[in-house]
């Protein structure tokens, strides 16, 4: 008889111990229940309801302009379609820069609404009372440095990060006070390499990288990128796994050939009475 019981849901603190056993953590960005369950059903250990939801699919330039309100409506369905993945949202522009109690109440709404289990935030040393105080009250933080999108235009667009010794030593410090704060992992977005290792070697947590080299504990991508849904956008550390964009303008051409022509329906897609 066939085991049909439910899968285990992964929790923050089996990634700390995935780091501790050397398993990588598999991490993509996600915004619908319908991927939500394919990506759950084949084993991705964290969905990130990554506000790169603005850029990806509301077609804007930065995530800047990224609501609340957007935050949780996406988390919210993404949810629905996870049994076992660690569901994880971004928390949006403004919505915990301004004090920690700020960022208690908008990160707690965001939990209470959607049923995930974590927020993620942006920056180090400026952030680390927010981490803490979110912490404190039982809210799970998700770390990320290095190449933050919300202070896109503060960093001259978006640029490898860490290349000089200065901002290398201040992204260690960072790194560490983030974990301090009790952060359960840290994204490492656009460093080198070598500085990323050294990071991830350094914390008990684990680094989750996107265009941060092999060392870290795990990898992250955008799921269109990876795709290649999002056929307009490439970068260096962005791998194509599939083609789906020609795939999905092939699909469309015939569908609309065989609707001109006539051929579409046909009996078989017919109700006789």
Known sequence: MADTAAPKPVTVLDLVAMKQRGERIVVLTCYDALFARLLDAVGVDVLLVGDSVNQVLA???????ATLEQMIYHTRIVRRGTARALVVCDLPFL???ISPADAIRNAGRVL???GCHAVKLEGGAPVAATVRALVDVGIPVMGHLGLTPQSVHALGG?????RDERTAE??????KALEEAGAFAIVLELIPAPLASQITKALTIPTIGIG???ACDGQVLALPDMLGLNDRFSAKFVKHYAA?????REAVRLYAAEVREGRYPGPEHSFPK
Not at 170 to 175: G, T, V
Not at 244 to 248: G, I, K, R, S
């Open 59 to 65: 077609g804007e330039e930065t995530t800047l302009s």
């Open 95 to 97: 919505t915990y820069q």
């Open 112 to 114: 209470q609404e959607t």
């Open 158 to 162: 978006y640029r490898v990060q860490g």
């Open 170 to 175: 201040r992204l260690k410090a960072e790194a």
């Open 212 to 214: 941060a080299g092999p």
């Open 244 to 248: 789906l964009a020609e795939d999905v």
